[in-house]
């Protein structure tokens, strides 16, 4: 899977309930919930 590949998976990743309940759970820990947070995350590998 390439960048824009999860880009497009994170942004309807974040329209559904577990999405919004997921970056509610960022701004609670003072994070943004953005696309980085989403590659820390769920795939870690792409940060090496």
């Known amino acids: 899977m390439n960048t824009k590949e999860i880009k497009t998976e994170f942004n309807n990743f974040l329209k559904t309930e577990e999405g919004r309940s997921w970056?509610?759970?960022?701004?609670?820990?003072?994070m943004s919930g953005d696309f980085g947070d989403y590659l820390y995350d769920f795939y870690p590998e792409y940060l090496a």
Not at 23 to 30: G, I, L, P, R
Request: neutral net charge.
């Open 23 to 30: 970056q509610k759970e960022k701004a609670d820990q003072n």
